[in-house]
């Protein structure tokens, strides 16, 4: 399986939520499970994650070996789960799917906060913001991402999308 996380410039959200996957999914033992992430846009292609995004993920014990790469429509086609931030990544990402399929791939990762129920979160981009920004974002993306791996593990992954499709 290969999950990429994508946000729009590929320095704060995305390499965030890529850093949080990798450690929790290799903590469930889920070791076949690949995890990427790539940006909407070209902003900071070949850069580091955010200075400030990725000191908060390295207090939190996180590793960022990725540098940023810009979402291409064949990296869909790649990937089993297109993880984005919020509702404009999501209509960056589905006008770049060429079939149905990779449509239907794309979720937010908000879909899978304990309170979806009451509607999908976007996970604000904390660029320019101050440092308790970052801190709040990881916060939100730890939480989701517990529960992302939780649906893999005990196989209700596809029943989470169906019922993100089905609002949609």
Not at 61 to 85: H, I, N, W
Not at 144 to 163: F, K, N, P, S, Y
Request: proline share 6%.
């Amino acid at each position: 399986m290969h999950i990429m996380t994508v946000c729009l410039g590929n320095i704060c959200r995305s390499p965030a939520a890529e850093a949080v996957l990798v450690r929790r999914l290799a903590e469930a033992g889920l070791d076949h499970v690949r995890v990427s992430s790539a940006g909407t846009a070209d902003y900071h292609v070949g850069e580091r994650p955010h200075p400030m995004s990725q000191a908060e993920g390295e207090r939190r014990g996180y590793r960022f070996p990725t540098r940023a790469a810009q979402l291409e429509p064949a990296d869909l086609e790649g990937a089993d789960l297109v993880v984005v931030m919020d509702a404009a990544n999501e209509q960056d990402v589905l006008a770049l799917a060429r079939r149905p399929e990779d449509a239907r791939k794309v979720v937010r990762l908000g879909a899978f906060a304990p309170d979806a129920a009451e509607g999908v979160r976007d996970v604000p981009d904390p660029w320019g913001l101050p440092e308790a920004a970052y801190g709040r974002m990881y916060d939100q993306i730890e939480e989701a991402v517990e529960a992302l791996v939780t649906a893999i593990v005990d196989g209700t992954l596809e029943h989470i999308l169906d019922r993100r499709r089905a609002v949609s």
